[in-house]
Nanobody, 122 residues
């Protein structure tokens, strides 16, 4: 069983910064991707940023140049540094990992964190 524990959400004023962290634990041989999604009230869950095992990244256009994703493979941790936050960034942010349970296995699995609230308001 795989668990993801997120931290770092909260209330911040427009223009402020927050750093989200997600620690993965459990039966994980290797990560394919580690990333962040968000869901605002009334909206579908959307991709914020994702990093592949080789280091390649993909960002939503709305957060490019403001958010930075990073990962620490040794600690099975992924971070999301969020700068110049805007009210429209308000949402529940979810950590997601795609992983393999066994080395040399082609089977991949997804796990989700419980979500952390980010509120941007003056």
């Amino acid at each position: 069983q795989v668990q993801l524990v997120e931290s770092g959400g909260g209330l911040v004023q427009p223009g402020g910064s927050l750093r989200l962290s997600c620690v993965a634990s459990g039966s994980i041989s290797s990560f394919t991707t580690m990333g962040w999604y968000r869901q605002a009230p009334g909206n579908q869950r959307e991709l914020v940023a994702v990093m592949a095992s080789g280091g390649g990244t993909n960002y939503a256009d709305s957060v490019r140049e403001r958010f930075t994703i990073s990962r620490d493979n040794a600690k099975a941790t992924v971070h999301l540094q969020m700068n110049n936050l805007k009210p429209e960034d308000t949402a529940v942010y979810y950590c997601n990992v795609r992983f393999r349970k066994r080395a040399f296995s082609a089977s991949e699995y997804d796990a989700w964190g419980q979500g952390t609230q980010v509120t941007v308001s003056s």
